[in-house]
Nanobody
Framework: QVQLVESGGGLVQAGGSLRLSCAAA????????VGWFRQTPGKEREFVAL????TYVDAVKGRFTGSRDNASNTAYLHMNNLKPEDTGVYFC????????????????WGPGAQVTVSS
């Protein structure tokens, strides 16, 4: 098993940047596809990006980039030019197979990190 914990969220003005971290424990994620999702109240979790697959939702292409640091067993989501509609709780999870944009294709979800973008 693997345990994931997100960090790096916060409040930022529109146009600003944040870097979310997804720290893994229990096993290495150096060769694991890690997905990022976000959720706002009353809505289902929305796919954002898949690290290892280079897939991004259209709304964040050119602004968000995934990376990883194998030494610290951590995945990152670099978010630039943030917009108010990027506000939400961001989750990372391990991709186990199936439709990339479907949350049911992922396991070992972290607790999430709140990102709030003010206009």
């Amino acid at each position: 098993q693997v345990q994931l914990v997100e960090s790096g969220g916060g409040l930022v003005q529109a146009g600003g940047s944040l870097r979310l971290s997804c720290a893994a424990a229990g096993r290495t994620i150096s060769t694991t596809a890690v997905g990022w999702f976000r959720q706002t109240p009353g809505k289902e979790r929305e796919f954002v990006a898949l690290l290892g697959g280079g897939t991004y939702v259209d709304a964040v292409k050119g602004r968000f980039t995934g990376s990883r640091d194998n030494a610290s067993n951590t995945a990152y989501l670099h978010m630039n030019n943030l917009k108010p509609e990027d506000t939400g709780v961001y989750f990372c999870a391990v991709y186990r197979g199936g439709p990339v944009r479907d949350a049911t294709a992922y396991d070992y979800w972290g607790p999430g990190a709140q990102v709030t973008v003010s206009s």
